[in-house]
């Protein structure tokens, strides 16, 4: 297998994973041309908008790479079918939704997506390909595209390798700039799998220092981006399990984090309390852990596993009742103002927030629901909770009659305006510096804030007048 000297890649999904790193693959080789195809029409023209604000994601520092590269070496199109054709390598970067149907439904990545691509650049390619798999898939995913490809029988050859990405939203870009590292397994053994890593090892030495380029195995590389999620959600757990205790016992959860983070062995990242986690790639990774194991009948690792998730719900849970339990035990007929939607800050991404299960309960003890986002519109917001609602055939009847307590709105004063209660879901940043003696003026007393993120200034709002509650703190 010879592989020529690379000038085009292919990207084949336009989403939060293959815009920003393709758009910053083409910011660093530009003698290498980077298409990134997609088939959502509305998508590419987005990306393709004259006007840099209508990108399709919303991610700080994205826009200048796009101005620097697009038109340039970086293209969006919807024609794949080229894009595949004349690329020396593809990258496959289309979604890995949780299965909602059948075998391992609500547990398992759906793959139909991936092998869609699979068969489609099966049926295309003429001449030897890398096709690398950046989207987060279940171990062994590799060896499924190895065989759909290697079976179609034109006498191309392909090598699969698997490349995933580490990047955060919200801090894409510079992930992307400053990768701890880049992970990139292949059949090492082979000379044709050793060929087709140093490709790929030569793009991103344009801008990686090659001893963070690190080789695998593609097993070991599939598994190391779920335990790297698994690791990280199950921080998060930890520290949300602990913060229940503490709220019951005056500790306070900040200072447990800040004492123990200290400690260089455990490190102070991903042990900020909150209302839990969300976005597409914890809770789809760990099932997706889970489900293997449980396949393999390892149960007591898959139990293991589950908790993180089990103890992320009861957070999410646990909020929702402490609202209404302080609103004197209901909050029907009560308006209550959510301070964002989006799962975290920095991102219009709204992938399993935290928000859409606490709004789900509210709304099913009959509150007013009114949202303030600087970035999610109310669509998407309603888009979520249809999601929810169609998961569980109970909720279908009730579903619109609950959609329309919910009220979004586009100035934050507004929406907090004669509320019963402020519920911060998303940390940004603009939601420290408002006025909050002008809030506390306008809302129905005693004014409660219950904030999620641990973001407000507690004494301050407290001495206002607001009761404050925070997680992992006892109610001021
Ligand atoms: C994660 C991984 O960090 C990234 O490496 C991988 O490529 C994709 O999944 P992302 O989901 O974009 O990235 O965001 P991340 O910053 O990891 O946050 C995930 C969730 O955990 C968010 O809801 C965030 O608010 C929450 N979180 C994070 C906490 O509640 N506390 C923390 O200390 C850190
Ligand atoms: P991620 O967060 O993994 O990037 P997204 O949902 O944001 O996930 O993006 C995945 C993209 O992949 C979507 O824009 C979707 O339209 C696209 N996609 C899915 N299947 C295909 C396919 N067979 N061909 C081209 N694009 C696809």
Redesign the pocket.
């Known amino acids: 297998m010879n592989f020529p000297k690379i000038k085009q890649i292919t990207c084949i999904g336009a989403g939060?994973?293959g815009g920003p790193t393709m758009a910053v693959i083409a910011q660093k080789c530009p003698e290498i041309n980077v298409t990134v195809v997609d088939i959502n029409e509305a998508r590419i023209a987005a990306w393709n908008d004259e006007n840099l604000e209508n990108l399709p994601i919303y991610e700080p520092g994205l826009r200048s790479v796009i101005a620097e590269a697009r038109g340039r070496n970086l293209f969006f199109s919807t024609d794949i079918e080229s894009a595949i054709k004349n690329a020396q390598i593809i990258f496959i970067s289309v979604n890995t939704p949780t299965k909602t149907y059948g075998k391992g439904k609500g547990m398992a990545a759906d793959l139909k997506y991936i092998e869609l691509c699979a068969r489609q650049i099966a049926k295309v390619a003429t001449e030897d390909k890398i096709v690398v798999e950046k989207s987060?898939l279940p171990v062994k995913t590799a060896q499924a595209i190895k065989s759909i490809l290697d079976n179609v029988g034109n006498g191309v050859k392909f090598q699969i390798l698997s490349n995933?990405?580490?990047?955060?939203?919200?801090?894409?870009i510079n992930?992307l700039h400053f990768a701890d590292r880049v992970l990139i397994g292949g059949d090492y053994l082979t000379e044709d799998g050793k060929a087709a890593m140093n490709a790929l090892t030569e793009i991103y030495s344009h801008w990686i220092p090659k001893e963070k380029i690190i080789h695998t195995n593609v097993w070991s590389s599939e598994l190391s981006?779920l335990t790297?999620?698994a690791f990280?959600?199950q921080?998060?757990s930890s520290?949300?399990s602990i913060s229940v205790l503490c709220e019951e016992t005056g500790a306070d959860a900040e200072e447990v984090a800040k004492a123990i983070g200290s400690d260089s062995r455990i490190g102070d990242?991903?042990?900020?309390?909150?209302?839990?986690?969300?976005?597409?790639?914890?809770q789809k990774?760990i099932l997706n852990l889970v489900y293997i194991c449980r396949s393999l009948n390892l149960h007591d690792v898959a139990d293991y596993w589950e908790h993180v998730i089990k103890m992320n719900d009861h957070q999410k849970h646990r909020f929702a009742e402490k609202i209404i339990n302080t609103l004197y035990n209901t909050v029907s007929g009560k308006k209550i103002t959510f301070l964002g939607w989006a799962?975290?800050?920095d991102?219009n991404?709204t992938r399993?927030?935290?928000a859409i299960y606490v709004a789900w309960e509210l709304l099913m003890d009959n509150a007013e629901i009114h949202v303030f986002d600087p970035k999610v519109t109310k669509s998407q917001m309603i888009k979520d909770l249809n999601y929810l609602a169609e998961q569980n055939l109970e909720f279908l009847s009730i579903k619109d009659q609950l959609l329309s307590k919910l009220v979004v709105h586009t100035d934050p004063y507004a929406a907090m305006k004669e509320a019963h209660a402020i519920a911060v879901l998303?940390?940004w940043d603009e939601f420290r510096t408002y006025d909050w003696e002008r809030v506390y003026n306008n809302m129905i007393k005693p004014a409660f804030v219950f904030d999620g993120?641990n973001i407000l200034n507690a004494k301050q709002l407290f001495q206002l007048g607001f009761r404050v509650f925070q997680i992992g703190k006892k109610l001021n």
Do not use: H, M, Q, W
């Open positions: 939060y994973v987060t995933p990405e580490f990047l955060a939203e919200g801090t894409a992930d981006k790297a999620n990280l959600a921080r998060v520290i949300n990242k991903f042990l900020k309390v909150s209302v839990g986690f969300g976005g597409s790639c914890f990774d799962f975290k800050k991102t991404d399993e927030s935290a998303t940390e993120r």
